[in-house]
């Protein structure tokens, strides 16, 4: 038996649970391990604790009406509850603030401090302290596991600590933001900006408060992210140029077709010929004979530059309730096979 906490209730952490109902709470490993959640933690929804299980199927089943009446509890102290509840994993899913990593960074070193693993697609704690983190994760024996964090349920981590190991990249940039990828896609169909943030934010794609994404933060977090993850090296926000998509206009969409361009917003890390690593986030006009052209909709595409391989593209779903939640899925099956 895996006994996971959700800390968070929201898209993310819905998704996960409908991927692990949809298999029968049972992993797909010769052991047959089940799934069972004891806890979901989240100040504003509500929150339950049941040491026998909660009954997934019923909460779900509300929480798609956007009924969360059954999360009885109010746990406002999420880290002590973390602390004292008995699972194996905490899944950490909660809204967070991208330039300070809280509250996920104090859920996070709290899970480990309690000798519990971590999966998780918040970026915000490892764009302020990836190396103090999985320092602090080594130090306890855990893991703490991050697909999700920069292409929802595209692996990208995992092939550039393994499969792209060695390739001495020199250079990772592209399509980091699904919300604003959509929105750009859109425009090119002759669509107002205004409209098409509307649609992102019914689809799911967006937030009530789209900042983050048409801001360039969120691909700022996965920029900085992977700094540690390529170069190891943790950049500073505060040097790293960052403009988002909110001054395109149909206009300056219309000019760059008729050049065969498209705008793009593309977060960048790199490092010169001296050695140093360097970050960027603005728009850019991709030419139709660059591999980030063809992305649309709320597609996210890396292409990745190495003095071995060139360049080498990996595209995926960027953003959405399932894609994320599998990348979850698949961290928490990586924990249990050890």
């Not at 997934?56 to 956007?66: E, F, K, S």
């Not at 048409?214 to 790293?240: R, S, W, Y």
Request: glycine share 10%.
């Amino acid at each position: 038996m895996i006994k996971i906490v959700y800390v968070g209730f929201g898209i993310v952490s819905q998704g996960l649970a409908e991927i692990i109902l949809r298999n029968n709470s049972i992993l797909p490993l010769a052991k047959n391990l089940e799934i069972q959640t004891v806890g979901i933690l989240d100040t504003m929804k509500g929150s339950k604790i049941d040491a026998n299980g909660i009954n997934m199927q019923n909460i779900l089943a509300n929480a798609n009406n956007g009924d969360y009446s059954l999360l009885t509890e109010n746990i406002l102290d999420i880290p002590k509850a973390i602390q004292e509840i008995n699972a194996d994993i905490i899944i950490e899913a909660s809204f967070t603030d991208i330039k300070t990593g809280q509250p996920a960074l104090s859920h996070i070193e709290t899970a480990l401090d309690s000798d519990k693993h971590v999966v998780t697609s918040n970026k915000g704690p490892f764009a302020v302290g990836y190396k103090h983190i999985f320092n602090l994760a080594k130090l306890k024996g855990k893991t703490l596991a991050i697909e999700g964090t920069v292409m929802s349920g595209t692996p990208i981590i995992n092939v550039l600590n393994n499969g792209l190991l060695g390739s001495d990249i020199t250079i990772v940039s592209g399509i980091m933001n699904g919300t604003s990828n959509y929105i750009l896609s859109k425009m090119e169909l002759g669509m107002s900006y205004n409209d098409a943030l509307s649609q992102a934010q019914k689809l799911g794609y967006a937030e009530a408060d789209p900042t983050s994404d048409i801001e360039g933060l969120d691909t700022l977090a996965k920029v900085m992210i992977l700094a540690n993850v390529v170069f190891d090296v943790q950049l500073i926000q505060e040097n790293i140029e960052i403009k988002g998509i909110s001054k395109i206009t149909l206009s300056d969409v219309k000019v760059a077709a008729a050049d065969n361009k498209r705008w793009k917003l593309i977060g960048s890390v790199w490092k010169d010929d001296k050695g140093i690593v360097h970050g960027s986030v603005c728009p850019k006009l991709i030419p139709i004979n660059d591999s980030l052209y063809g992305i649309s909709d709320a597609t996210n595409a890396l292409k990745i530059t190495s003095n071995i391989l060139g360049d080498t593209t990996i595209v995926g779903a960027g953003a959405g309730k399932i894609e994320t939640g599998f990348a979850l899925y698949n961290d928490i099956i990586s924990i249990v096979n050890g």
